[in-house]
């Protein structure tokens, strides 16, 4: 996985946050793109990141999965409510330290 596609994923989520130029479709390919990279980023051994880079990046990727959903919801009328839930968690336990310490650990917290 390439840092340089997330950072363009996420450019193009603040670019939507201001501008409202994307639409669903564009979004559903933003959102397909998050999950791949989400699976490929819990894919890599240890031996290649460390835990710390490892959890970073699927910090980001998550976070950057809910704001694509939350997007997508708010385009077709649909509650985000649990979304928001779900982002308010995801921000706690990175501000609490209390992320997960293992690949595994991270897997299992899939969103």
Known sequence: MD???????EEAIFKES???N???KDLGK???MLIRMRV???DITEENL????VGEMWFRITESILNVRIMIKEKIGMDVS???EEMKK???SRCNSEGPKTISALRSKET
């Open 50 to 53: 460390i835990l710390q880079e």
């Open 3 to 9: 840092r340089r596609d997330l950072e363009s994923i």
């Open 18 to 20: 201001l501008e409202h």
């Open 90 to 92: 995801l921000c706690e």
């Open 82 to 84: 649990q979304d928001v």
């Open 30 to 32: 933003l959102y397909a």
């Open 22 to 24: 994307l639409n669903i």
């Open 40 to 42: 490929q980023i819990l």
